[in-house]
């Protein structure tokens, strides 16, 4: 018994001494971040979205392809970028809209966390166009989170960024999509919601080259709404709005003869992000 047990020790000794911990390769680190932050095509087009909508554009047109599994491209008007602020976009945690720990309490864009682009470039192959106003169009190229060209370029003003083969170097990833229909649900569901936050915003969405949305810029919410529901959902709806403590609350609500059972028809915007919270959806139910 005694030789058995020193046997044993001695194993286990060794099994503890031999290197558990390792520190992941960064290709390894993008993709699990990836997870995080990319779930399906329509959370590419929301950040990409979201980056523009932070750019200040006045023009977003979102180009789909095989419901996103095989072209994203999302071009705008907006501000662009220099080719030193392109290449340091697909950095890790490189952001243009924070400095320091105060910022983090007065946060008044969409996305400021600085890992979209890394992210979903670690798990497709992306070509980004872009120019500022006092610098010459920048081209890059990407593959697997890795830069393969950056070049001086022709372009307009602003930003247009392709997000190719999404999901192909992650196949459990891409297997778990749904069909095109789905997909595409979702991906308009994103475009209407930051619509009506940006009314201000020209908006398209296609796929396949199909026209599916074509939003015209307008200053009124009543407006924007109607673009997307028609004439027969705001006949039914009712202009609401109130201010308390420093909070103002807008919108419309439906006709207690248009109401449906369920609460998923609720869309709330805080500060002109779409959010999802049970506390404020139960009480405006």
């Given at each position: 018994m005694t030789n058995l047990f020193l046997i044993y020790h001695d194993f286990y000794v060794g099994a503890l001494m031999s290197p558990k911990i390792n520190i992941l390769p960064d290709t390894l680190i993008n993709k699990i971040a990836a997870g995080e932050v990319v779930e399906r095509p329509a959370s590419v087009v929301k950040e990409l979205v979201e980056n523009s909508i932070d750019a200040k554009s006045t023009e977003i047109f979102v180009d789909i392809i095989n419901a996103g599994r095989k072209l994203i491209r999302i071009s705008d008007n907006g501000e662009g970028?220099?080719?030193?602020?392109?290449?340091?976009?697909?950095?890790?945690?490189?952001?243009?809209?924070?400095?320091?720990?105060?910022?983090?309490?007065?946060?008044?864009?969409?996305?400021?966390?600085?890992?979209a682009l890394p992210s979903?470039?670690?798990?497709?192959?992306?070509?980004?166009?872009?120019?500022?106003?006092?610098?010459?169009?920048?081209?890059?190229?990407?593959?697997?989170?890795?830069?393969?060209?950056?070049?001086?370029?022709?372009?307009?003003?602003?930003?247009?960024?392709?997000?190719?083969?999404?999901?192909?170097n992650t196949p459990a990833r891409l297997k778990f999509l749904k069909s095109d229909n789905t997909e595409m649900s979702h991906i308009s569901a994103v475009i209407n919601q930051q619509a009506i936050a940006n009314p201000h915003i020209h908006f398209r969405l296609t796929n396949?080259?199909?026209?599916?949305?074509?939003?015209?810029?307008t200053t009124d919410l009543y407006q924007r709404i109607y673009q997307i529901y028609g004439e027969d959902f705001m006949n039914n709806m009712l202009s609401i709005s109130g201010k308390e403590d420093g909070i103002n609350i807008y919108g419309f609500v439906s006709k207690p003869s248009f109401n449906r059972a369920e609460r998923n028809h609720i869309d709330i915007f805080l500060n002109k992000r779409y959010i999802k919270n049970n506390v404020i959806t139960r009480a405006v139910y």
């Open positions: 970028m220099s080719r030193d602020d392109a290449l340091t976009a697909f950095e890790k945690h490189a952001t243009s809209k924070i400095n320091k720990e105060a910022d983090l309490f007065n946060i008044t864009t969409l996305g400021f966390r600085g890992e979903i470039a670690s798990i497709s192959r992306i070509r980004l166009i872009t120019r500022s106003a006092d610098t010459a169009g920048t081209l890059i190229e990407m593959e697997e989170g890795k830069v393969k060209k950056a070049s001086e370029t022709g372009a307009a003003a602003g930003t247009v960024i392709e997000v190719f083969d999404l999901f192909y396949n080259k199909k026209e599916l949305l074509n939003l015209s810029s």
